[in-house]
């Protein structure tokens, strides 16, 4: 708050922080009911809620120096100040549950700052008696839980995809199909851009199962763009590749509307050679993110191809 501003609290009430929804009536016999404000922030559960997050965090995870010896795990609560853009003594007077009403701002800011996902976020906004902002898209955060899945089908090829066909994560079997994605930058790392930047002459525009393909990716991102029609990435995209395909664009226009099925691919591979799998994807309903995973039939030559690899890479 402005310093000449400062003093013009009420009795009885502290001052009010920069940012926040307003003062805090001192006490809790004055508009507190259970540790919880009569505006329905819970003080209580939001602080021990913060701490809780905080202690979760290593400094590298967030892009600072681990530094000195740190006698309790965790980012340190100036850290988070700094992260959130916010001032040490407000963040520390939040986590003594103590603090004012926090503003829609700085509870985004926090959220940011210790890396939320999805849900806690929204359990943040709840606690401090907010509305949730609404979800403009899909998640593009991929969970620990999806990391170790894909790492663990060494036998099988496997990447992530959000609801645009951006790669998210990826299995070193992938890497035969999708390439090496750690050198490639994040915006180009989009299957659908990569489909329709291939030439007319392309001989997999003339194979029937490469256009049946490429006929359900394009329905399934019209899907995508229906759910999701604030979403910024699919935006672009679809005017991106509006603009500059008309193959796309000729696809765009049938409106065809559904979810992707699976599907039998042969590909004649440059380095494994001819190769043929199922194509299935499984959706992830709590991000709306696919896990694209391409599955050999068992004793299928493909299937002795992927198993040679694994063993070559096994440490």
């Not at 194509?279 to 030559?301: A, D, F, K, N």
Request: hydrophobic share 40%.
């Amino acid at each position: 708050m402005p310093s000449s501003l400062a003093g013009l609290a009420a009795p009885g009430e502290s001052r009010a922080e920069a940012g926040t929804g307003g003062t805090t009536l001192a006490g809790p016999a004055r508009g507190m009911l259970g540790g919880m404000t009569s505006s329905g922030l819970q003080r209580d559960e939001l602080a021990a809620f913060l701490r809780t997050r905080r202690a979760r965090l290593r400094p590298a995870e967030v892009g600072l120096p681990e530094g000195e010896r740190r006698r309790t795990p965790g980012l340190r609560r100036q850290e988070v100040a700094q992260l959130a853009g916010m001032s040490i003594d407000y963040y520390i007077r939040l986590e003594q549950g103590r603090g004012p009403h926090p503003s829609r701002q700085v509870l985004a800011s926090m959220a940011r700052a210790l890396m939320l996902s999805r849900d806690e976020r929204e359990y943040l906004f709840r606690i401090a008696g907010e509305n949730p902002p609404p979800t403009v898209g899909p998640s593009r955060e991929v969970t620990p839980g999806l990391r170790h899945l894909l790492d663990a089908m060494t036998e099988t090829p496997a990447y992530l995809v959000d609801a645009a066909y951006h790669v998210l994560a990826w299995n070193h079997l992938a890497t035969y199909f999708v390439g090496d994605l750690a050198a490639v930058p994040d915006a180009d790392r989009n299957m659908i851009r990569w489909t329709f930047r291939q030439p007319a002459t392309d001989a997999h525009w003339t194979d029937a199962d490469a256009r049946c393909f490429v006929q359900s990716t394009v329905a399934d991102l019209r899907a995508a763009y229906g759910r999701y029609p604030a979403d910024p990435a699919i935006r672009e995209l679809v005017t991106e590749l509006l603009g500059t395909s008309p193959r796309f664009a000729q696809l765009w226009a049938e409106h065809d509307v559904e979810e992707r099925r699976p599907m039998i691919k042969k590909v004649p591979h440059p380095r494994l050679g001819s190769l043929e799998f199922e194509c299935r994807v499984l959706l992830v309903p709590e991000t709306e993110q696919r896990l694209i995973v391409y599955v050999p039939e068992p004793g299928s030559p493909t299937q002795a191809v992927f198993r040679r690899i694994a063993e070559r890479v096994a440490p």
